[in-house]
T-cell receptor, first 112, second 113 residues
Framework: AQSVTQPDIHITVSEGASLELRCNYS??????LFWYVQSPGQGLQLLLK??????LVQGIKGFEAEFKRSQSSFNLRKPSVHWSDAAEYFC??????????FGRGTSLIVHP | EAQVTQNPRYLITVTGKKLTVTCSQN?????MSWYRQDPGLGLRQIYY???????DKGDVPEGYKVSRKEKRNFPLILESPSPNQTSLYFC????????????FGPGTRLLVL
């Protein structure tokens, strides 16, 4: 069975600081990995995804993530956070089935 | 504009009163799905559909029904709602394939009294 762990429920950063959100997954083969963002009162929007090739993936809004098979991780990073990045972030894994598994989410708080 | 729409956005109902939440997409996607989002639990898939007349259970299908009679529509039916179905519901659509992006609707917040 596949699973996703986002160990941080909340992360607080200052505007302009760097950001890293952690995601660990469990899946027997090469997974498909996703990061979605949910702004308050909105649905989820894809930030980036990995399914093959280069392990460093670039996404929208200046985000990137790195797939590390040896650590079963897919951490999301941004070099300089903006106040508009405050949102809920979800990591998801999808394998051979069409039932993706989402993590519990990490709430990002940005201080001015 | 490419989008997934859900109606209603907010709904308060009472235990046992049948309700339907509609979902429609205009992107000609084969795949559609329903999720519920609960605090501390993330998103859990209720049902999904790979195409017209093809539906399958997700992780938490109990108490829900779906149908896919047209490609663009995927309604979620609660025939006898209970308070434990109070949640935020999202519909999503995408191309067929586990690696494909899902496009989410704005959500429907349901309160069952």
């Amino acid at each position: 069975a596949q699973s996703v762990t986002q160990p941080d429920i909340h992360i607080t950063v200052s505007e302009g600081a760097s950001l890293e959100l952690r995601c660990n997954y469990s899946y027997g083969a090469t997974p498909y990995l996703f990061w979605y963002v949910q702004s308050p009162g909105q649905g989820l929007q894809l930030l980036l995804k990995y399914f093959s090739g280069d392990t460093l993936v670039q996404g929208i809004k200046g985000f990137e993530a790195e797939f590390k098979r040896s650590q079963s991780s897919f951490n999301l990073r941004k070099p300089s956070v903006h106040w508009s990045d405050a949102a809920e972030y979800f990591c998801a894994v999808s394998g051979g089935s069409y039932i993706p598994t989402f993590g519990r989410g990490t709430s990002l708080i940005v201080h001015p | 504009e490419a989008q997934v729409t859900q109606n209603p956005r907010y709904l308060i109902t009472v235990t046992g009163k049948k309700l339907t939440v509609t979902c429609s997409q205009n992107m000609n996607h084969e795949y559609m799905s329903w999720y519920r989002q609960d605090p501390g639990l993330g998103l859990r898939q209720i049902y999904y559909s790979m195409n017209v007349e093809v539906t399958d259970k997700g992780d938490v299908p109990e108490g829900y029904k779906v149908s896919r009679k047209e490609k663009r529509n995927f309604p979620l039916i609660l025939e006898s709602p209970s308070p434990n179905q109070t949640s935020l519901y999202f519909c999503a659509s995408g191309l067929a394939g586990s690696q494909e992006t899902q496009y989410f609707g704005p959500g429907t917040r349901l309160l069952v009294l």
